[in-house]
């Protein structure tokens, strides 16, 4: 089963992909895809649905897309996670999982524009698998981790590298800027990724592929992280973590390589869509 929402920035209503390139709305039974969904059923609530699709509302097809995720309680990031990217950025594969956070009103549709901040000429992207908590973890075990995995989705980590690396302090500063959390176009059930730890994953910028990789060069992978991340903090249901973006980097490239007004950034995680982002005028 595939979640979506849809609707205007700040409004969006949950639904579902139908035939073809159909929207079917689900707001007459489900509030939103946040916090109290998770703890009162999730997935759960949704099936009896797929039973006659039919009977729920259409929506036009050029409704834009927003996160399949209303804003959660946290946006966690893990660093460095793929040995390559390490390298590329200069810094040894980490011992234990590098976490940072990503502040929660960075998150925007999966086709919105991403605005460079004023002033900013080290804007960079970076491809990664995200997945959501299904509900309360605290001090999960970690053979017990998958059992706390909402879904899956698509994030472009979208990073300021100049505030993120040079101005001192921690690395969400240069994360958080307005529509640097583009997520989605999806959120997908667990049961339809068969193995998170074999899915290929690739970014192109401008048409010419920069990344290109597979998550079983995670160096730290999914239910690891669950674990470890549970027993440093409670996650709520609805919570999103991100799992680390491979080689290929503008920070990583000879030169180094950073977006500008009217680049175009194109993504997919196999199995979780393809989303797209033009490079905007300058936001905040």
């Known amino acids: 089963m595939k979640l979506l929402r849809f609707g205007q920035q700040g409004h969006e209503r949950p639904g579902l992909p139908g035939p073809g390139n159909q929207i079917l709305d689900l707001s007459q039974h489900v509030r939103d895809f946040d916090e109290s969904f998770w703890r009162n059923g999730g997935w759960d609530l949704l099936r009896p649905l797929l039973s006659d699709p039919a009977a729920l509302p259409v929506i036009p097809e050029a409704t834009r897309l927003g996160p399949p995720v209303a804003r959660p309680s946290k946006l966690i990031c893990i660093g460095l996670n793929f040995a390559d990217h390490a390298r590329e950025s200069g810094a040894k594969p980490p011992l234990e999982p590098v976490v940072f956070f990503k502040s929660t009103t960075a998150i925007c549709g999966p086709f919105d524009e991403v605005l460079l901040p004023p002033g900013s000429v080290k804007t960079d992207w970076e491809v990664e698998l995200a997945f959501v908590i299904g509900k309360e973890a605290r001090r999960v075990p970690l053979e017990d981790a998958p059992q706390y995995i909402g879904g899956y989705l698509l994030h472009n980590d979208v ?28 959120l997908v059930s667990p049961d339809e990724i068969a193995d998170p730890g074999q ?16 998550t079983r060069e995670l160096i730290f992978s999914i239910p690891f992280l669950v674990s470890y991340l549970s027993h440093h903090m409670t996650l709520l249901p609805g919570d999103v973590v991100t799992t680390g973006t491979p080689a290929g980097v503008g920070l990583g490239m ?10 175009v950034m194109r993504l997919s995680v ?6 797209e982002q033009r490079v905007g005028e300058v936001g905040m």
């Open 159 to 186: 990073s300021e590298r100049e505030y993120q690396l040079e101005r001192g302090g921690q690395w969400v500063k240069g994360k958080s800027f307005d529509t640097f959390a583009p997520l989605g176009p999806w």
């Open 199 to 214: 899915l290929d994953l690739w970014l192109e910028l401008n048409g010419k592929r920069v990344q290109q990789s597979n």
């Open 270 to 275: 196999e199995g979780l869509g393809e989303s």
């Open 254 to 263: 000879n030169p180094p390589t950073y977006l500008r007004h009217g680049d």
